[in-house]
Structures are given as structure tokens and as C-alpha cells.
């Protein structure tokens, strides 16, 4: 059966500490049904993943705003290659040029929701992609 | 939301305004608005008790704001030359800006701050950076804002070395170190120590600077980015005017006198949205705060009862999309500036949707300030909307919405026990995602965001100010270097006594002082501090 909800981590990897973003997206997925858990501030990527585990979620959302998120991503995506979690979706929203978005994609992360993102379209892509 | 709410009729007309404050904007005020108004009492004279007009009689006619746009980025020699560069091109005051690891306490090769060294701002991990930074530059004529808080009191130890041994007068230097936990706590997120012992260390600050560099302005209370994060205009500022007074609460317990530390406070606030609401929120907030100050406090001493702030920003009015609109944007927010009084004005540049600003981004912000200052006549004359029918009704409404505000914190227990709790984290939260709900649902408007849109993607056209990774790979040869050859034995020394200090809840900063001029690290003294005052955690609002 397939009504499980859809569970979130909304992840703040590395040192950035611009917030509202990721909190307001927590706050959105949450009214469209998905259980959403927010990991808070100053996270290492080992931290994100053992919340991932112990959490058992179905996606990991990126929240980076300080432009790291070349050599962020690259580390999630290997640990969770090395955890043989790579089924887990990864997303990521923040500050993201246009011009990175080929090379995250490249790494296996397959939304990218910069700031300004409609709900529904978030919404929507986790919706199909999960299970 | 954001700037008002609006509700139209059939023909698109106007019937019902809501300003995000919450108060409700009619079609036109009259005299009837101001029935009950009394001059000396609701505004007294620029300069006057209780300063709603300004802070000072003469105001721009006798000076003019000073502009001090926030900068730094790579390594201290990087900045230094960023810094000449704007005060070649008229800025009178330095804000600098500190990368993440150095904000968090940690030196540049600690494997936290990989990808991150000198990113959003210059990279510091010893005295040395700070003698680099600061070279040449004038230290008695220009005062520096250093946009720092959980190591503030690291960092103005360094500012004090640096100024002392560049031959500077500790009596005329002028450092504004931010200093604000509280605020980091709700809405920047650069916190390191738990909430009582960081509250410890900036008191330790406020009475150290009082009396060894008096022209220090120790704390930078700051609605700015709670406001940024989220916030109503009117909640920006009672829960800075609520931080503010956990701080000076804490000091007076050490036995000092309101007039001994309370007239360096100073204040960063936030501008954008509805031009009236901004102006209105200002001058109810200088007054609001002389009468905080004289009434609560009992301050003799006019000086205590002055708001001296910079009112500025904002980044949050700001867009990805058409970014040169944001140019626009910013000239009017330096208007609302003016017309407010500020002390200070600073503007997020036009490309800050997408990075730290470029030479030629931060040059146009300076020169908006300058065609304000010098071609718009905002220096003819004090508070000249004051006596608006409009103005000061408003600003009677915003001094009521930010007293509601004040009383519901108090009610709950204070700033420190709503911080500890998550209560205004979430109060923030809230607002921010009504805010992008009206966004999505176009009941707010913005322009290049969900009307006047273009179809062409604009990104690749702003030339952006582009991050470099061997100015990381210098910054840690550097600090390698002055590892080598300083004494190390005496940094163990000094460490252990700061330790010891801070054990002791005594003033640490002699002992700061100490420790930096044997170059021990920022990491080295941070992790001191960890060691006795442990780490905040953020308290769960989901």
C-alpha cells in the first residue's frame, strides 16, 4: 500500500545560517500532508545522513544559501553511496546559479527549488518521484 | 504582507489597505487624526526629550549620515584593498564582514570550514589578519562596525591590538562590534555559546569598552535580521527593543549605572516595504525607546536616551529577477532612510540576490547615498514629514503595535526565555511563510517576481563577484606560518588563564587581550570558551 506519507528531512548542511527558506518550505510540505523533520542549523553531512537513517525518509531536502553547494552536495551524494542509500531523492533549494544546476544534477540530485520556488512545484516533483 | 494588503473593488479601486504591522491605512487623514496631539509631548524638538524628530537639533545640516557599506571577503589583504577602494569612492565608515568559520569560532583549516574560508567574508584566524586588514587606514577618523557576534569579544580584542599597535589612540578609536546573540539566535543563525554565558560575554564587553575605549559602541542591537527572517515591521522593533533590554539588564546587575554604558548602545534596523510604515516605525521607535530609558531605567543623562542606529538594508525587498531593479529599490530605501533620521545608511547591492557584491554594485550603492545626500535636499531641513496628518497618526499606531508586542514577550518571560524556548522562532516562522503564501497567491505584489515577469532568464547577464579558493589555500599557509613562529608556550599560558577567567564568570576581555597578542588562534580561544560554557541548541519549533 502506498498512503504512507511521503517523509521529508529538511537539512542545513555546513555553516550557513539562513534559515527562513528551508523553515517556510518545512512549513508548506507539512500542510500538504508529508511528514516533515527540520535537522536545525550547523549540520555535517554525516549528521544529515544519520537523521536521514534514524528517521527512515523517503527524501532529503538541501537547504544552502552561502554558495558551498558544489562541494556539499558532492560529499552527501558519496556517503550516501557509501550507506548504499542513493534510492533516498535529493533536493536542493537556496541560492543556486543556473549555471551549477547541470553539475548537481550530474551528482544524482534531482530537484533543484531555489529561493522563490512555488510550493506546488516541489510539491508536485516529490509527490511523483517518491515511491 | 510585505507592503500592505490590499483589497479592490470591481474597478480595481482602493477599498481597504492593511499595512503588515497589522494597522489599517484610510484614504485620508485630517486634522481630526491629530486631536489629541501634543508637540512637546508626542515629539518635542529634534534633540529634545523624547527625540521622536531625531536625536540631535542641527541633524543633517550639521552632519551628514555616514555611509558604511558592509564588505570584506577572501583574505585580510583582500579586504584591505576592497576597503580603500570605497573609501576612496566616499565611504566614511567601515562595516566589516567576517566569513562563516571565523564567525563560528573556527580557523580556517578546521575540516568545518572547508569550502566556506574568506566565502561571505574575510577570513580571521590570528592578530595577524587583523594588522593586515586594518593597514593603513585611519583608525581615529574612521570608526569600523564589525559585523561579528558569538566571538565579538574575540574580535574587538584584535581591534584593540591592532589599533594600539598601529600607534591609535584607545580614546579615539571607534569599533561597533554587533555583538548580538540574541538576534543570531531568531534570525542569522551564527551562534556558538548557550544563551546566559553569551549574554555573560557581552556584558563583559559593554563594561571593558566603557572604560577602555569610550567611543566604542560594544553592542549593535539588531531588528535588521529578524526582520529579514520574517518579521512585522512592529515586531522588529519590540523584540529589539526586548533583547536590548536583557542586555542592559545584565549589566546594571553588575552594579554599573544606566549612564555609564547605555548611551553606546546602538541599533541596526531594517528597510523595506510601505515607505510610511518604515518612517512611522523610526520615529515611534526613538520615542518609544527615550521614554524606555527615562522612565523604566531612570536615566539622567540624555545621551542614554537616544536610538542611534543605521537603518538600512534591506535585503529582503530585494529580487533575483531584473536584478538592476533593485537599484531602484535601494534609492528608495535610502530615501526612507533620510526621512527617518538615521544615524547610519547602508544598502544591500543590486546583485546581493546572488553574492556578496561586486566593486562596481557596491560603488553604485555609495553613489546612490551620495545623489540623496548631495542633489535631493534631505539635508535642509530635520523630520520633514513630521506635523503629516498621515505620519504622525501612523506613528502613534506603530508605537501601540510595538508595545502590544513588547507586553506579549514580557508576558511569557522575557527575551532570553522566549529565545531558550523557540517562542519567537516560531512567531518568526509563521510570519515568513504567510508572507510567501500572499507571495505565491499574488495578494502581495512584487515586480519581476509575480507580475511584470520576464520570459528571458536574466542570470547570466550580472556580472557576479566570483568566489576564490587559493585565497582559502593562502589564508591557511598563513595561519600555518604564524603558528610556527610564535611563542607557542605562551599562548599556552595565556589560553589557560583565559580559561581560568571565564571559569571564574570574571571579565574576560584582559585576558582575550592577552592571548591575541601571543597570536593564539580564533579557534584556540574559542574552543576555551566551549570547553566552559558549553553550546546553545537550538530548541525544536516543528
Known amino acids: ?131 | 504582507m510585505g507592503v500592505a494588503t490590499y483589497i479592490k473593488n470591481e474597478k480595481g479601486e482602493i477599498e481597504e489597505v492593511t499595512l503588515q504591522s497589522g494597522i489599517e491605512v484610510k484614504a485620508i487623514y485630517g486634522p481630526e487624526d491629530l486631536a489629541d496631539f501634543d508637540y512637546q509631548r508626542d515629539l518635542g524638538d529634534p534633540g529634545e526629550y523624547p527625540f521622536t524628530r531625531g536625536i540631535h537639533p542641527g541633524m543633517y545640516r550639521a552632519r551628514p549620515w555616514t555611509m558604511r557599506q558592509y564588505s570584506g571577503f577572501g583574505t585580510p589583504l583582500e579586504t584591505n584593498e576592497r576597503f580603500k577602494f570605497l573609501i576612496a569612492h566616499g565611504q566614511t565608515g567601515l562595516n566589516v564582514a567576517f566569513d562563516l568559520p571565523t564567525q563560528l569560532g573556527l580557523d580556517s583549516d578546521d575540516s568545518l570550514a572547508e569550502g566556506e574560508v574568506g566565502r561571505v567574508g574575510m577570513a580571521v584566524d590570528t592578530l595577524r589578519d587583523f594588522e593586515i586588514a586594518f593597514a593603513d587606514i585611519p583608525l581615529e577618523r574612521i570608526g569600523s562596525g564589525l559585523t561579528i557576534n558569538a566571538v565579538a569579544s574575540i574580535m574587538l580584542a584584535m581591534y584593540q591590538a591592532t589599533a594600539e599597535g598601529y600607534g591609535f589612540s584607545l580614546e579615539r578609536i571607534s569599533a561597533t562590534p554587533q555583538n548580538d546573540i540574541l538576534k543570531e539566535m531568531v534570525g542569522r543563525g551564527n551562534w556558538i555559546f548557550p544563551v546566559e554565558p553569551s549574554i555573560r560575554l557581552i556584558g563583559d564587553t559593554i563594561e571593558y569598552s566603557a572604560k577602555v575605549m569610550p567611543r566604542t559602541n560594544p553592542v549593535s542591537v539588531c531588528g535588521y535580521h529578524i526582520r529579514e527572517s520574517g518579521c512585522t515591521p512592529a515586531q522588529e522593533i519590540a523584540y529589539a527593543f526586548e533583547i536590548a533590554m536583557t542586555y542592559i539588564d545584565h549589566v546594571l546587575q553588575r552594579g554599573l549605572h544606566i549612564d555609564e554604558f547605555a548611551s553606546r548602545i546602538s541599533f541596526n534596523l531594517d528597510i523595506f516595504g510601505n515607505i510610511f510604515e518604515q518612517v512611522a516605525k523610526f520615529r515611534a521607535a526613538r520615542r518609544l525607546w527615550a521614554r524606555l530609558l527615562k522612565e523604566k531605567y531612570e536615566a539622567k543623562n540624555p545621551r542614554s536616551m537616544w536610538l542611534r542606529g543605521l537603518f538600512g538594508g534591506g535585503g529582503g525587498g530585494l529580487t533575483k529577477q531584473q536584478p538592476l531593479n533593485n537599484i531602484v529599490r535601494s534609492a528608495y530605501y535610502a530615501l526612507i532612510s533620510a526621512l527617518s533620521g538615521t544615524q547610519t545608511m547602508a544598502l544591500c547591492s543590486y546583485d546581493e540576490a546572488y553574492t556578496i557584491p561586486t566593486p562596481q554594485a557596491a560603488v553604485i550603492s555609495l553613489r546612490t547615498m551620495e545623489i540623496l545626500l548631495e542633489e535631493m535636499g534631505l539635508r535642509d531641513t530635520v523630520d520633514p514629514l513630521g506635523g503629516s496628518y498621515y505620519v504622525e497618526a501612523l506613528t502613534n499606531q506603530m508605537e501601540e503595535k510595538i508595545t502590544e508586542e513588547m507586553r506579549r514577550v514580557e508576558e511569557i518571560g522575557g527575551m532570553a526565555h522566549a529565545v531558550e524556548t523557540g517562542y519567537i522562532q516560531r512567531e518568526v516562522a509563521r510570519q515568513a511563510y504567510l508572507y510567501e503564501k500572499a507571495l505565491q497567491e499574488e495578494k502581495v505584489h512584487k515586480v519581476g517576481v509575480n507580475i511584470y515577469r520576464e520570459e528571458e532568464e536574466e542570470e547570466e547577464e550580472v556580472t557576479l563577484h566570483e568566489y576564490n579558493p587559493t585565497a582559502a589555500e593562502a589564508q591557511i599557509e598563513s595561519l600555518k606560518e604564524v603558528r610556527r613562529t610564535r611563542d607557542n608556550r605562551k599562548v599556552v599560558q595565556t589560553l589557560k588563564d583565559l580559561e581560568g577567567t571565564a571559569r571564574r564568570k570574571e571579565n574576560v576581555m584582559p585576558f582575550l587581550l592577552e592571548s591575541v597578542k601571543a597570536y593564539a588562534t580564533v579557534g584556540e580561544m574559542t574552543r576555551v570558551f566551549k570547553e566552559v560554557y558549553g553550546e546553545f541548541k537550538e530548541p525544536s519549533i516543528f
Do not use: W
Open chain 1, 1 to 131: 500500500m502506498k498512503d504512507r506519507r511521503i517523509r521529508v528531512l529538511v537539512a542545513k548542511p555546513g555553516l550557513d545560517g539562513h534559515d527562513r527558506g528551508a523553515k517556510v518550505v518545512a512549513q508548506a510540505l507539512r500542510d500538504a500532508g508529508m511528514e516533515v523533520i527540520y535537522t536545525g542549523l550547523h549540520q555535517t553531512i554525516d549528521q544529515i545522513i544519520s537523521a536521514a537513517i534514524q528517521e527512515n525518509v523517503d527524501v532529503i531536502g538541501l537547504s544552502i544559501l552561502s554558495g558551498a553547494h558544489i562541494p556539499l552536495c558532492e560529499k552527501l551524494m558519496s556517503r550516501l553511496k557509501d550507506e548504499n542509500l542513493s534510492d533516498i531523492l535529493v533536493v536542493v533549494g537556496g541560492v543556486i546559479p543556473k549555471k551549477d544546476v547541470r553539475k548537481l544534477k550530474d551528482m544524482g540530485i534531482k530537484g533543484i527549488f531555489p529561493g522563490g520556488t512555488p510550493f506546488a512545484e516541489s510539491i508536485r516533483f516529490m509527490r511523483e518521484k517518491v515511491h
